[in-house]
């Protein structure tokens, strides 16, 4: 299946936390990171005052099942030293399953496509990088719903490395 994970990080040396969770993703069984967007900084949105965002969209391939893919994504951020304190907090890094194949999925653990991702302008921006016309499962065209997003973003760096 393809799948397309967001990236963040606000606390240490953010863009070496996003590359290195580009290379922890790549290492797990089943996951095989096809590409990245550029990493934008971009603003807190909601939650507390912090410091600002790296952010970045990666596109990659696996034959993981949904859930086995989420909890290969909380792998990677407990390895990187995420915790889960404060929501929509400061962390050293979080990644969010934006959207699966043509998937919807709903349970208590995991919803895809994302429910905040048409809000947020530091996922659609990273996203239209990596995709210029995307459209959710249920035909919504991300294009339309950009002009709507919250917070500022700013284009950082070229694209991560997938090793």
Request: net charge negative; no cysteine.
């Amino acid at each position: 299946m393809d799948a397309l994970l967001g990236l963040g990080s606000n606390l240490g040396d953010r863009l070496a936390t996003l590359q290195r969770a580009v290379d922890l993703l790549n290492a797990q069984p089943g996951i095989r990171v096809i590409r990245s967007s550029r990493v934008f900084e971009t603003e807190p949105v909601g939650g507390m005052e912090q410091p600002e965002f790296l952010n970045a969209v990666l596109e990659i391939e696996s034959d993981l099942e949904p859930g086995d893919l989420l909890a290969a994504t909380r792998l990677v951020e407990s390895a990187l030293g995420r915790t889960r304190k404060i929501r929509w907090g400061p962390r050293t890094i979080d990644i969010d399953i934006l959207l699966i194949d043509e998937l919807t999925i709903d349970d208590a653990d995991l919803t895809v496509p994302h429910p905040r991702m048409h809000q947020r302008a530091f996922v659609l921006v990273p996203l239209l990088d990596l995709r210029p016309a995307p459209t959710l499962p249920d035909g919504t065209d991300l294009l339309r719903v950009r002009l709507e997003a919250d917070g500022a973003v700013h284009p950082y760096v070229p694209p991560l490395l997938s090793s």
